[in-house]
């Protein structure tokens, strides 16, 4: 415990991801649950309980009765952009977090980074791989000259989900630069009804700053990501990293030649706990989670970004969107930004809807309930 004052944070939604989070900020020292908003009754109870939290039925009441440091929403998406809003609108927080996707249509996208950055909160975009502190430590070697100027990446991960988890970490290893325009494929019917994040999209990006980004559509047997730079590469699955070296004489073969360093693996990932509880009885909300909520803690205290700003996975979102725009168009290119504002690319139903209406209410308090032992 410090002796400054903790964070009080306030969470919208405390179902079954929610609740991950609220767990995330009660280990974390500097920041304290301290209220929840939900409108279902029996979720509030059990965050209440579990968290020693005062309860709202809804986000506007909650924000006329709290002083809050913090506002994490932890929504199905289609609530997602309104609460998100209503946050930075209402709320007087200095930081924001929400969940991915960050909604269904750029339009919705685009009015959730005015309201934030026209206030100037920061705004964490998501429980995400690219907040994971190991990826920030392999960036700030590589932009340190690791592997010489970065050419391009190739990303082994089918962009699903508005590209919040892979495109988010390729944008980090290209510098955060704009997407200039893309080409896409479609791992299935372009233009598909609904459920779009089944697609599988894949394509190619070019970065402003002249980098490339190749995306595979399909999942295969590697995953994660490859950055080639004129003097090395860097491959990680997002949980292992390493970087090669280009040898020294070209006689040597290459691949023989590649050196690799093992100290540079991650050391001491763990994701989520699913064998074992703690001493406190919680399963571990995971290595991911703890440096996602850690980074909204570092933004609002040491006035930077957070690690996966809500705007850059907007500028995912968008950079999916075009490249299914060019599968349905024949794969031809397509620049950014776009001008149709109005496009959409649903979320699977599992995301944008309240889990309990899907799994039903037996199943739902079996899952939500896993969290902890009693
Ligand atoms: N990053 C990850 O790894 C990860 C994992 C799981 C879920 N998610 C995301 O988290 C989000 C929520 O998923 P979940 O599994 O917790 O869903 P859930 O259905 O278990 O919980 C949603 C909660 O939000 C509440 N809610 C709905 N409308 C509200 C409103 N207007 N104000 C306040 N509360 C409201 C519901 O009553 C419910 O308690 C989804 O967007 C999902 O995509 C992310």
């Avoid at 199905?76 to 991915?100: H, R, T």
């Avoid at 803690?297 to 850059?312: F, L, M, N, S």
């Amino acid at each position: 415990m410090t002796n400054t004052p903790k964070y009080q944070v306030g969470m919208v939604g405390c179902g079954r991801q929610g609740t991950q989070h609220a767990r995330g900020f009660t280990l974390l020292p500097d920041t304290q649950v301290v209220a929840l908003a939900d409108p279902d009754p029996d979720n509030l109870q059990l965050g209440m309980r579990r968290f020693s939290a005062r309860g709202y039925s809804t986000a506007e009441e909650m924000y006329a009765n709290e002083k809050l440091d913090i506002v994490d929403c932890v929504l199905p998406v289609q609530f997602n952009p309104d609460m998100v809003v209503l946050a930075a609108e209402q709320s007087g927080a200095k930081g924001i977090v929400s969940e991915k996707p960050l909604a269904a249509s750029l339009r919705d996208a685009d009015r959730m980074v005015e309201a934030c950055r026209s206030r100037g909160i920061p705004w964490q975009g998501g429980n995400v791989d690219r907040s994971l502190s190991q990826l920030w430590e392999a960036r700030q070697m590589i932009e340190a000259g690791e592997i010489g100027e970065v050419l391009s990446i190739n990303l082994y991960e089918p962009t699903m989900q508005g590209g919040c988890q892979g495109l988010s970490v390729a944008h980090m290893f290209a510098q955060d630069a704009e997407v200039d325009w893309v080409t896409g494929w479609t791992n299935g019917d372009p233009f598909g009804e609904g459920d779009d994040d089944y697609l599988g999209i894949g394509g190619y990006m070019r970065y402003a700053n002249g980098i490339e980004c190749f995306i595979q559509a399909k999942s295969s047997a590697m995953t994660g990501l490859i950055v080639t730079g004129t003097q090395g590469v860097y491959v990680t699955d997002k949980r292992r990293h390493r970087f090669y070296h280009k040898p020294e004489s070209s006689d040597v073969d290459l691949l023989c030649g590649l050196q690799h360093n093992d100290s540079k693996v991650f050391k001491g990932f763990r994701g989520h706990a699913v064998d074992g509880y703690d001493e406190d009885g919680w399963l571990y909300p995971g290595d991911r989670l703890m440096d996602s909520m850690q980074s909204i803690v570092d933004a609002i205290t040491h006035g930077i970004e957070p690690k996966t700003p809500g705007y850059v996975q907007h500028r995912s979102f968008e950079a999916t969107v075009a490249m299914r725009e060019s599968a349905r168009q024949g794969n031809t290119p397509v620049s950014l930004p776009l001008e149709d504002r109005s496009l959409t690319l649903m979320p699977q139903k599992f995301r944008w809807m309240n889990k309990k209406g899907l799994l039903g209410e037996e199943e739902y308090a079996r899952q939500i309930g896993r969290a902890t032992k009693d």
